[in-house]
Structures are given as structure tokens and as C-alpha cells.
């Protein structure tokens, strides 16, 4: 199994200063690679695929780089409803899938 | 675009069965890859099972053996039999639409297993 380890647990900032998650995996996904973001009591959201692909009408203060095993969402300046838990998640052994453990966003 | 809604979650006993519904709207089930992904409480995502093609099914160890994943194309509906519930077991379902990625969430159904 393909293990996804994100960092940091918890990133506090402030509006409109720049976000930047880790998401590590234990060994190459490639270019399967995907971010999500949830808020609390509500379903995640798609985000980023394929590493740096954006969702249909995510905005474009959202990006993804990186390949092989290390991965980075940012978020080049947070809004207020930018403040939530991500998480990554693999598919590159489809259809197993793996997620990371999350990243929370919070208001510093 | 499509909505999925679960229903079916509930309090059960240890070693009790549940049946979880989803139902889809705007799109067929049975031409969509689905799955079940899971979240325990305050903890992370958990992938489940999925069902695709000529229904074919897969599923994560954790629940191999106890879970069955089936779809009703006249219901339009995907459902989780989950029998022999354990404690660790508690979390919110959630019903999804993958197309390479898990693009439509139902809002999910919570499932607590306790005595």
C-alpha cells in the first residue's frame, strides 16, 4: 500500500498570506496525484488532479507542483473560506486509491 | 452534474448489519465508477470499495470479507451492506462518483457502532 504522509498537521496563517502543504508518498505515484479540500460538516471537494490540473471552477489561487513522491499545494493568498483541512489522495495504482492524513488550515 | 444522497446510517450493535442507500440523480450508477469512502470521527479519509464495470468490486482490507458493494440500475441506486460491524467501524459514509477522481460527493450518513 502507498503511504501519504502530509505536512505540517496544521498551518496557521492569516488572509492573504501564501499557504504551502506537503503531501510525501512512500513511494512514486507519478502524475496521479490529487488534492482535496474539506470544511467542517460538509463532503471534500476536489481541488487539483494529475498534480497540477484545477478542478472545474476552482479558483486559480490554487495550484499544485511536483512529481515521483513529493508533492506541494499552495495557496498563493488565503481567503477566508480558504480555511479548512486538505487532503492529497493517489491513484496510481487504480483502483486502490490512498489518501494522506490532512493538513489544517486555520486562522492564525 | 449530478447529486448523491445516502441514506441508512444509524446506531448499531457490535457484530449487528447495516444496509447504506445511495441514491443518484442526473447520471446512471451503473455506467459510473463508485465507491464508498469513510470518515471516523475528527479523523481522515478512508477508501472503502468501489464498483465499476460489469460490477466488479474491490475492497480495502479493513473490511474485506464483512462489506458488500451493489448497485440497482432501475433504482439508481449504489448500496454497502456492511455486516459483523466492529466499533472502529464508526465513521460518516460517503457515496462518490469517480471519474479518475472522486469529483461528486454525497453529503454522507453516519454509522456509529457501539454497545
Known amino acids: 500500500e502507498i503511504v501519504l504522509t502530509q505536512s505540517p498537521a496544521t498551518l496557521s496563517l492569516s488572509p492573504g498570506e501564501r499557504a504551502t502543504l506537503s503531501c510525501r508518498a512512500s513511494?512514486?505515484?507519478?502524475?496521479?496525484l490529487g488534492w482535496y479540500q474539506q470544511k467542517p460538516g460538509q463532503a471534500p471537494r476536489l481541488l487539483i488532479y494529475?498534480?497540477?490540473h484545477r478542478a472545474s471552477g476552482i479558483p486559480t489561487r490554487f495550484s499544485g507542483s511536483g512529481s515521483g513522491t513529493d508533492f506541494t499545494l499552495t495557496i498563493s493568498s488565503l481567503e477566508p473560506e480558504d480555511f479548512a483541512v486538505y487532503y492529497c489522495q493517489q491513484r496510481t495504482n487504480w483502483p486502490w486509491t490512498t489518501f494522506g492524513g490532512g493538513t489544517k488550515v486555520e486562522i492564525k | 452534474e449530478g447529486q448523491l444522497v445516502e441514506t441508512g446510517g444509524g446506531l448499531i450493535q457490535p457484530g449487528g448489519s447495516l444496509r447504506l442507500s445511495c441514491a443518484a440523480s442526473g447520471f446512471t450508477v451503473s455506467s459510473n465508477y463508485m465507491n464508498w469512502v469513510r470518515q471516523a470521527p475528527g479523523k481522515g479519509l478512508e477508501w472503502v470499495s468501489v464498483?465499476?464495470?460489469?460490477?466488479?468490486?474491490l475492497y480495502a482490507d479493513s473490511v474485506k470479507g464483512r462489506f458488500t458493494i451493489s448497485r440497482d440500475s432501475v433504482e439508481n441506486t449504489l448500496y454497502l451492506q456492511m455486516n459483523r460491524l466492529r466499533v472502529e467501524d464508526t465513521a460518516v459514509y460517503f457515496c462518490?462518483?469517480?471519474?479518475?477522481?472522486?469529483?461528486?460527493w454525497g453529503r454522507g450518513t453516519l454509522v456509529t457502532v457501539s454497545s
Open positions: 494529475d498534480v497540477f
Open positions: 464498483i465499476y464495470g460489469d460490477d466488479y468490486t
Open positions: 513511494q512514486s505515484v507519478g502524475r496521479f
Open positions: 462518490v462518483r469517480e471519474e479518475g477522481y472522486f469529483r461528486l
